[in-house]
């Protein structure tokens, strides 16, 4: 397994996987009006939402890629690809439930992870800290998702395609919900650990 880089290398802003990152989060409420549209009586863009997170989904993968490979990891990009990537999930749980097309247990199962992982922000704040750097299982959870949601909207189109499509999307969706629990509970401990050594080095001076 490749030895991933995480420690930030520029200061700058405009880079190519920071602009990749402002993308994806523009595209998020382009992809909300395409796949809500048939809610309010318009017509069925699914075709269009479908691409959008397809590109979601390559530009998650190269923005990370290419920070590595051109020496452009940056502190704006650690907070923009994770923040991206949350809104896409959330908006993509929203859409989909809301069409009926995912159950609303599996999208409750879901937000529950990010709220547990909401509770413990003011905690590591309290101590100094901020959010912790997404790990690698958090990385692969999202990527099952992220690739889960588009085949699971394909799946919808009168395609025969679309059959293969739902039954791999299930298979992602249920990777990425273990990985994406998994992930949270190391964090949770990751968490504690930090809380717990900050309270040592507190006492120890006091």
Do not use: C
């Not at 989060?25 to 309010?40: D, K, S, T, Y």
């Not at 940056?74 to 439930?97: E, K």
């Amino acid at each position: 397994m490749e030895v991933q880089e995480t420690r930030v290398q520029t200061d700058r802003v405009l880079t190519i996987p920071n602009l990749l990152s402002m993308g994806r989060l523009v595209g998020v409420p382009i992809f909300l009006w395409l796949i809500l549209w048939p809610v309010f009586d318009g017509p069925k863009n699914d075709g269009w939402a479908l691409l959008i997170l397809m590109l979601s989904g390559i530009s998650d993968y190269l923005d990370g890629k290419l920070a590595r490979r051109w020496g452009q990891i940056s502190r704006v990009g650690q907070l923009l690809d994770p923040l991206a990537d949350r809104l896409y999930i959330f908006s993509t749980l929203i859409g989909l439930t809301w069409r009926g097309i995912l159950p609303w247990w599996v999208t409750a199962i879901l937000v529950a992870r990010d709220a547990f992982i909401s509770v413990l922000l003011p905690i590591l704040n309290r101590h100094g800290y901020g959010p912790l750097q997404v790990s690698f299982l958090g990385k692969a959870a999202t990527f099952n998702l992220m690739y889960a949601f588009p085949l699971l909207l394909l799946g919808q189109l009168d395609s025969w395609i679309a059959r293969p499509a739902e039954v791999v999307s299930w298979a992602f969706i249920w990777w990425g919900t273990v990985l994406y629990w998994w992930a949270a509970i190391l964090y949770a401990v990751q968490a504690r650990q930090i809380v717990r050594a900050s309270t040592a080095r507190a006492a120890s001076t006091g």
